[in-house]
T-cell receptor, first 115, second 117 residues
Framework: TQLLEQSPQFLSIQEGENLTVYCNSS?????LQWYRQEPGEGPVLLVT?????EVKKLKRLTFQFGDARKDSSLHITAAQPGDTGLYLC???????????????FGQGTILTVHP | DTAVSQTPKYLVTQMGNDKSIKCEQN?????MYWYKQDSKKFLKIMFS???????INETVPNRFSPKSPDKAHLNLHINSLELGDSAVYFC????????????????FGNGTRLTVT
């Protein structure tokens, strides 16, 4: 069973601060997805990283996939109240033969950005 | 123009009852899923359907029975509800062509919060 550990579980910061959320596993993933979920809504995909060492930027958000494809990080620069939400990482392992792939979600990081 | 819509949003019921949750997607995707999110926010897959065919059944009690009348709809019926079934249930769809969980991103509905008393 692939497990994804996210840290921290809770993060409460002031507007303008920087933060990093980590997603770690002992398993190797084919790719890793990051989602953001707001209260009362479903998760929305932010980015997919595929190649070891890959870095992707989405405005003030920077995503990195570890060289060994076992971990990932999300860095937010100058956080804003609109960034508040639950951030979920999900690691994907390809299907083999006739079996199906596995998409394992981390337990999430609840981010609160205070004005 | 909601992409993935599920109803109802809230469901409060007593133990032993039978209830259904409906889901529809207008994205033209071939694959739909049911996920369960527990109180600790863990999301776990329950089922996937590809073009009305059950592909993934992830060790879910057989009190849970999904039904897909067509590839745009995936409903979830739950018999004999138990306290432990309380959770938020998410419907999702993706462009994956096989239902075997490819790399395609998931498009989630807004969830149904089920509370069993």
């Amino acid at each position: 069973t692939q497990l994804l550990e996210q840290s921290p579980q809770f993060l409460s910061i002031q507007e303008g601060e920087n933060l990093t959320v980590y997603c770690n596993s002992s398993s190797v993933f084919s790719s890793l997805q990051w989602y953001r979920q707001e209260p009362g809504e479903g998760p929305v995909l932010l980015v997919t990283v595929v190649t070891g060492g890959e870095v992707k930027k989405l405005k003030r958000l920077t995503f990195q996939f570890g060289d060994a494809r076992k971990d990932s990080s999300l860095h937010i620069t100058a956080a804003q109240p609109g960034d508040t939400g639950l951030y979920l990482c999900a690691g994907f392992v390809n299907a083999g033969g006739t079996s199906y792939g596995k998409l394992t979600f981390g337990q999430g990081t609840i981010l609160t950005v205070h004005p | 123009d909601t992409a993935v819509s599920q109803t109802p949003k809230y469901l409060v019921t007593q133990m032993g009852n039978d209830k259904s949750i409906k889901c529809e997607q207008n994205l033209g995707h071939d694959t739909m899923y049911w996920y369960k999110q527990d109180s600790k926010k863990f999301l776990k897959i329950m089922f996937s359907y590809n073009n009305k065919e059950l592909i993934i059944n992830e060790t879910v009690p057989n009190r849970f029975s999904p039904k897909s009348p067509d590839k745009a709809h995936l409903n979830l019926h739950i018999n004999s509800l138990e306290l432990g079934d309380s959770a938020v249930y998410f419907c999702a769809s993706s462009q994956d062509k096989t239902g075997r969980l490819g790399n395609s991103p998931l498009h989630f509905g807004n969830g149904t919060r089920l509370t069993v008393t």
